[in-house]
């Protein structure tokens, strides 16, 4: 059993399953994940890992006066198509963007992967307090991997993307899917930013950064997962309500472990003392809040502006129809106003 002042495992552990009864299968894939007696899905890897991250937290609590890093509720904005304008869309034959939204959520996930190959330099070489029997101290004992592994999929089992691509095959019954939806994305794909820091270093500053905008991502991923499930539920725009809509609560319930780990360690950053090569101290309340703020501003900003106007350009391109200005007119009568709060605007 699991003392509750243990604070220290191995990346097995962090790594273990709850034990289920039954696989989740989806189009004959075998997912990550599974469900116990009594019929409740139990995401993957969490026998340990939730219970690590909340003895993290109890001790980032009882040992510093500063809280729980938060993105706060009001930067989060609706997703950049409303459920509405989706099911507008279908409903007058223009799947297209729904679809291809759908695919940009799989293949996004899936570079979820690449969080294990993030470099976490030796943590006594930029923070100063111990670390000993911290989340930052399992990043790369476990956490990052089974991070990678739940968006991924991991050998023979299916993670997100392939749990997206299965909710989104569902739902509209194995629609052909464009390759120019990958490649679309990667030509998005913005450079890396100015350090902030750059006494720290690039690869401390990269690591804080990753951390701070996958938090974000995560957190405005809620919009998300409320989008699509109340789109892929409703029978008349989607072909398997059910099946579809329960791959996005399952997807939504592994992603709580994310978010919690990920403010854990970035919580205990803010308790500590950051110094660089040449001796030069910041505090890590100031490092992570200045990246947390450039990065909030950029994502608040960016849904604002270029991801409704590159959703409406999609609908021209994939609609093929003469009256399409006329559906987007409509289209754009349907969507949720949104700013982000006046700390923010630009
Ligand atoms: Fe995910
Ligand atoms: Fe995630």
């Known amino acids: 059993m699991l003392h509750e002042s243990r604070l220290s495992f191995g990346a097995e552990e962090l790594l273990a399953n709850v034990p289920v009864t039954e696989p989740l299968v989806v189009g004959g894939v075998r997912c990550h994940g599974g469900f116990g007696a009594d019929g409740a899905y139990h995401s993957p890897r969490t026998l340990w ?3 690590a991250v909340q003895a993290w937290q109890r001790q980032h609590l009882a040992t510093s006066p500063l809280p729980l890093v938060e993105i706060p509720e009001d930067v989060i904005p609706p997703h950049s198509i409303g459920a509405a304008q989706a099911k507008f869309l279908i409903r007058h034959g223009v799947r297209e963007p729904v679809i291809r939204i759908l695919t940009e959520i799989a293949i996004v996930e899936g570079f979820g992967a690449m969080i294990r190959e993030l470099p976490v330099p030796p943590l006594k070489s930029f923070v100063r307090e111990p670390v000993t029997g911290t989340a930052l101290e399992h990043l790369s004992r476990g956490l990052f991997e089974a991070h990678a592994r739940d968006e991924a999929g991991w050998e023979q089992e299916g993670g997100h993307r392939q749990m997206w691509n299965a909710a989104r095959d569902a739902a509209f019954s194995n ?7 990958f490649t679309g994305i990667m030509a998005r794909r913005g450079q890396e930013p100015a350090p902030l820091f750059p006494a720290l270093g690039p690869q401390v500053e990269r690591l804080v950064r990753f ?8 957190v405005f991923a809620r919009s998300t997962f409320a989008w699509a499930e109340e789109v892929l539920s409703d029978p008349a725009v989607s072909d398997a309500p059910r099946e579809a809509t329960n791959l996005v609560r399952y997807i939504r319930s592994d992603e709580a472990p994310h978010v919690e780990y990920l403010r854990t360690a970035l919580s205990e950053i803010t308790a500590r003392t950051l110094y660089a090569a040449d001796g030069r101290e910041y505090s890590g309340r100031e490092v992570v809040a200045a990246l947390m703020d450039r990065t909030l501003r950029a994502m608040t900003h960016q849904r604002q502006t270029e991801r409704i106007a590159q959703l409406r350009d999609m609908i021209r391109r994939t609609a093929n129809r003469p009256d399409v200005e006329d559906l987007i007119a409509q289209y754009d009568a349907l969507a949720t106003p949104w700013s982000p709060p006046a700390r923010y605007a630009a």
């Open 49 to 51: 890992r939730v219970p």
């Open 175 to 181: 629609p052909i899917i464009s390759p120019e939806i």
């Open 211 to 218: 951390m701070v905008n996958v938090l974000a991502i995560e």
